[in-house]
């Protein structure tokens, strides 16, 4: 167990000639380059508690493996300061840095047995057999794989194969626990499953957890924190609830939540000392904690990008000044209805809760059939329509 602690963390890939030449590099990405080379990660700045569960989370290319390999020692540090348990680790070995990687690859020795795969690395060690035996059959014992010790990985399903990696890291006893993206290769029911397994093992063995997805429900269920990155540089870190309520910027409220966020061209007034949005006819006004907010930052009137969640949004029915729109397509889900709904020209998502509605009312979002929406003022999100960032903080 440790206290993990990066400080102004930065990683530079160097040009090649030929690319320099040519400018491939600035044409193929959106990470700052400089005389030096491409900015891979910059100023990345965060502590990690010891026992904490930090999920870094951001589309592909964003600088979160990287960061995860540069923990492991797996890449140079270009810049900054990298401390496990009080001690700079910048210039140590992988080996010294009492550090366990799971990959997304699962990596293990095809020639071997489970048990040898994961009693490989304390071997290398030479540690008593003995107590090789006890850690190998207590890992199998927490991830249920005892049974399949006498077997070769390819007799294995991707699901275990994955445990047998994971058991591999635990057998270590490692201060901190690295996981690169490790359920990508797995089905959907496989994933849903090994992420309860890990939530239960992260209970069993209680140490610090730096885990790596582009996969955001993995963020979401699985960290105690979440760090979002875009194009090498943290967005916002929050926990998930935090991240979900509160994002940040535009990037964040629409990486976080599933159907996207929708947004739209409205106004931002206030009236009587009381700040609203107005969006066509449809006029709310904002929660008292918005209000306060808004408030304590002096925000002036002014444009804004208004974001709602689809489940927040509710059908009006014929009332006056809602926001009206038409259906393009019905998606029935089981429990909801996810509507997408033309208004004036935007695509909008609206989740329909099923529960309370007629058979013939769950029919009724035909193609072509026109409704009307409104929200309250609690749940809307006031972005700077230049910059995309949170108004309120």
Known sequence: MAEVILKNIKKVYPHSEKKRRRGEQEKKTNLKVTDEGVLAVQDFNLTIADREFIVLVGPSGCGKSTTLRMIAGLEEISGG????????????????????????????????????????????????????????????????ITQYLDRRPK?????????????????????????????????????????????KLRQRIDTT??????????????????????????????????????????????????????????????????????????????????????????VAPQEITLGVRPEHISLAGNAAGAVRGTVDVSEMMGSAIHLHANVGGSDVIIIVQTANLSDEEKAGFAMGKEIAFTFSGSIAHVFDRESGKNLEF
């Open 81 to 144: 300061d990298l401390l496990i348990d009080g001690k700079r680790v910048n210039d140590i070995a992988p080996k010294d840095r009492d550090i366990a990687m799971v990959f997304q690859s699962y990596a293990l020795y095809p020639h071997m047995t489970v048990y040898e795969n994961m009693a490989f690395s304390l071997k290398l060690r030479k540690i008593d057999p003995q107590e090789i035996d006890r850690k190998v059959r207590e890992a199998a014992e927490i991830l249920d």
């Open 209 to 298: 957890f730096v885990y790596v997805t582009h996969d955001q429900t993995e963020a979401m269920t699985l960290g105690d924190r979440i760090v979002i990155m875009k194009d090498g540089v943290i967005q916002q870190v929050g926990t998930p609830q935090e991240v979900f309520d509160h994002p940040a910027n535009l990037f964040v409220a629409g990486f976080i939540g599933m159907p996207r966020m929708n947004l739209f061209d409205a106004s931002l007034v206030l009236e009587n000392g009381r700040y609203a949005v107005k969006l066509g006819e449809l006029y709310v006004e904002l929660s008292e904690d918005k209000q306060k907010r808004l408030a304590a930052k002096n």
């Open 155 to 199: 007799a294995l399903s991707g699901g275990q194969r994955q445990r047998v990696a994971i058991g591999r890291a635990i057998v270590r006893n490692p201060k901190v626990f690295l996981m690169d993206e490790p359920l990508s290769n797995l089905d959907a029911k496989l994933r849903n499953q090994m992420r309860a397994e890990i939530i």
